[in-house]
């Protein structure tokens, strides 16, 4: 059993409240969001699965080399994008689309990746602080706690002043859990006070190799050696997921530390594309997750609380727009120039390249003329 | 032909040639020593400058010093620019590199880090996207492993990751080389991963003037700069001018002008080359000497110009020979100056070996011996 004793929830898999001593101060959070933040957080969840489903669609009909499927993450990833403020960065993994689109990032930039076309490039000082995605696992784990070092070197953080202060948010999943760059980013976290949480979506499987042999204990309580502070939460309660990781966004940006959160889901689909997940996975432990699905879970939910037939639909009807342009968009992408291989691997010149560049146009010019 | 022959370079070609080597070496190690296991500093040049008085003139320092200065210099002119590193602070490195920089600097510019270097690499990434200038000290060459996935992965690529869009001015300081008697992994050479790693330059000073001005250069570059410190180099004096640059750190330069072959390389092997020059000399071989000074990109120019005068060229390294920088030059020297040569490349190398027990390094690593040997080769063509 993945939920421990620790578990913070405020929706029980059939989307009714749950409320405990031990999640009162989260209920309060959430007490405070407006009926169309909550709807916000439903979009996105709906919104998300459909361009996902479409993605990995398109993966197979050959339109990009990879699909790395984010579903049944979407509610760990939505409440924890929407708990930060503007001024927050963002160091994703790479399965962290719908954070992307909640900062803004137009997620054709991760269809291009997969494609084959860039290696991300955008400019996170123009998408949201939403930095690139990172393939070798846990490595931005460091990025973002050397940032956040940088936002208490230049004392913006814990001023007091929650809409200037900066917190870091940095994801990556179980299996980065046993990586040396996540637990040497644990030590510098600690030791230099970084504002900054770390949140670990655990969906139970690095690939084909389960959570149990990454930690002997649960992964909300790593940061316990290290002397950050740990919660775990539900991670297909979005709402949970929100106001967990809102306080502990508010507690690093305020300077009192870094902050860990775990947060209990599952991977779904495949760990990519080109992965097999029956394999190593049984149609028990499959199904038993779908039965916590996040998305019926909050639809139950706002049901309750009287959405109608008409919302529900008019969100579908979003999210199969999405799926349908991104199709479209991703068949009409072209292909790079050529000096995008050479461009931009330094910021100034560099005489070694500039032959080579040199001398690829030159070669391909020769290769034309003679065709 | 580059003539930017400074008075470091003069100096370095007037030291005392050779038969002291031995001596000098164990001297190099006895400083060694105490530079790693004394809490004493090692250098025994001037106290650490004040951030209030920049240096003029012409100074008789050690490459530890020039550097030292050189850092100094670079963090009083911006505030951006941060020391990261095991030691560096409170003790002022283990070679006292960064010596006196805490005091004048501050704990918040002068980061004694936790030990893991991946953990150094990654969080100056970090830093350097927030804008600031880390300065990374690799503790020793061998010790610069545990960061090369951050090195090698993350901020070579990183420039290019992001389509230009952040840059990532961080410098990889890493004492490097043997010759001072010490015990596994301090004693290594390895360049060759970084230069041939896409997105890095590298560059290597041989003088401590080249240092104290490199050095500023590598840090003023919006570039990650792999900065290799010939470490057996530290100790020993030479001028530097602080008022007249060196040539600017991706050029490479003659240090000696000769006749009848070539020698080239880089860091702690340029003065052995000058000795094995001096030696010829003696033996009416007039040899010619370049220093190479950038390992990524290099400058081929004033090498094929030499080349093309000599026709001989001799590469020399301490590292191991396979898949070297060496390799690298000598194959596109005879790429661009076949018909100039008379003989054919030859490499003198450390051996394809892990770097051997210190009793033996003097069998392993390249002397002026060697080099002649190579030269005569050359030279019965």
Not at chain 1, 281 to 298: F, G, K
């Amino acid at each position: 059993m993945p939920y421990t004793e620790a578990t913070i929830r405020l929706l029980s898999p059939e989307g009714k409240p749950v409320e405990t001593a031990d999640n009162e101060r989260f209920r309060q959070v959430i007490d405070t969001l407006s009926e169309e933040r909550l709807q916000d957080f439903h979009r996105h969840m709906v919104a998300i699965r459909a361009f996902d489903v479409e993605a990995a669609n398109l993966q197979r009909q050959g339109q990009m080399a990879l699909w790395v499927p984010s579903m049944g993450q979407e509610a760990a990833q939505v409440g924890s994008a929407f708990a930060a403020r503007p001024q927050d960065h963002i160091f994703p993994s790479y399965r962290e689309h719908v954070v992307a689109r909640i900062r803004g990032v137009d997620i054709m930039r991760i269809i291009e990746m997969m494609r084959g076309l860039s290696h991300g490039g955008w400019d996170p000082a123009d998408h949201g602080n939403f930095h690139l995605y990172t393939l070798v696992i846990g490595s931005q784990a460091l990025h973002a706690t050397g940032y956040a070092m940088g936002i208490g070197l230049d004392g913006a953080c814990g001023t007091g002043d929650p809409e200037r202060d900066v917190a870091v948010l940095v994801y990556f999943g179980d299996g980065a859990t046993s990586q040396g760059d996540v637990s040497e980013a644990l030590v510098f976290a600690a030791s230099y006070q970084t504002p900054q949480v770390f949140f670990v979506q655990n969906n139970q499987w690095a690939i084909s190799v389960p959570v149990s042999t990454q930690s002997r204990v649960p992964l909300y309580r790593r940061g316990d050696g290290f002397g950050i502070p740990g919660t775990q939460v539900d991670g297909n309660d979005v709402l949970a997921a929100y106001a967990v990781s809102l306080l502990a966004l508010d507690e690093a940006r305020n300077g009192d530390g870094p902050r860990l959160i775990e947060a209990v889901t599952y991977r779904v689909g495949a760990h990519t594309t080109s992965d097999d997940p029956t394999k190593y996975r049984t149609a028990d432990e499959h199904n038993t997750w779908l039965a916590r699905d996040p998305i019926q879970r909050y639809e139950a939910f706002l049901r309750d609380r009287g959405a109608s037939d008409a919302y529900f639909e008019e969100v579908r009807s979003e999210a199969a727009d999405l799926a349908a342009d991104t199709r479209r968009r991703t068949l009409a992408l072209g292909t790079p120039k050529l000096d995008a291989i050479f461009d931009h691997v330094y910021s100034e010149p560099h005489s070694g390249l500039e032959a080579q560049r040199a001398w690829l146009k030159q070669y391909e010019a020769q290769m034309e003329a003679g065709a | 032909m580059t003539t930017q022959h400074t008075a470091a370079q003069q100096s370095t070609g007037a030291e005392p040639a050779t038969s002291a080597q031995a001596a000098a070496e164990s001297g190099l190690q006895e400083a060694a020593a105490q530079a790693i296991a004394s809490s004493q500093p090692a250098a025994s040049g001037p106290a650490a400058s004040g951030a209030a008085s920049p240096r003029t003139g012409i100074q008789q320092l050690p490459m530890s010093k020039a550097i030292n200065l050189g850092l100094h210099r670079a963090m009083a002119d911006d505030d951006r620019v941060l020391m990261m590193g095991e030691d560096i602070g409170t003790l002022g490195g283990v070679f006292r590199v960064t010596e006196g920089l805490k005091r004048d600097f501050g704990g918040k510019r002068v980061l004694d880090t936790p030990l893991a270097e991946s953990g150094i690499v990654g969080t100056a990434i970090g830093l350097a996207m927030r804008g600031y200038r880390p300065v990374c000290e690799i503790q020793f060459d061998g010790f610069v492993f545990p960061g090369f996935d951050q090195i090698t992965s993350q901020l070579a690529k990183l420039t290019y990751r992001h389509g230009g869009a952040q840059s990532f001015p961080i410098v990889i300081r890493i004492p490097y080389g043997g010759h001072i008697g010490a015990v596994e992994h301090h004693q290594e050479s390895p360049e060759a991963y970084f230069a041939h790693t896409a997105g890095l330059r590298v560059v290597s000073p041989a003088t401590p003037n080249e240092a104290y001005w490199m050095i500023q250069d590598a840090i003023a570059s919006d570039d990650p700069v792999v900065f290799m410190e010939p470490k057996s180099r530290y100790w020993q004096k030479a001028p530097v001018d602080f008022d007249e640059r060196s040539a600017p750190m991706h050029r490479s330069q003659v240090v000696r002008e000769g006749a009848d072959a070539t020698l080239v390389g880089h860091g702690a092997m340029v003065s052995m080359m000058l000795q094995a020059a001096e030696i010829a000399e003696q033996e009416g071989t007039s040899l010619e000497v370049v220093d190479l000074r950038s390992l990524s990109p290099i400058d081929y120019a004033p090498l094929l110009e030499s080349v093309r005068k000599t026709g001989r060229l001799i590469v020399c390294q301490e590292a191991p020979g396979n898949v070297s920088v060496g390799s690298e030059v000598a194959a596109t020297i005879a790429e661009q100056a076949f018909y100039s040569l008379e003989a054919p490349v030859l490499r003198v190398s450390g051996f394809d070996t892990p770097f051997p027990p210190a009793k033996l390094e003097s069998l392993y690593l390249p002397d002026a011996d060697r080099i002649l040997e190579a030269v005569d080769r050359a030279l019965a063509y």
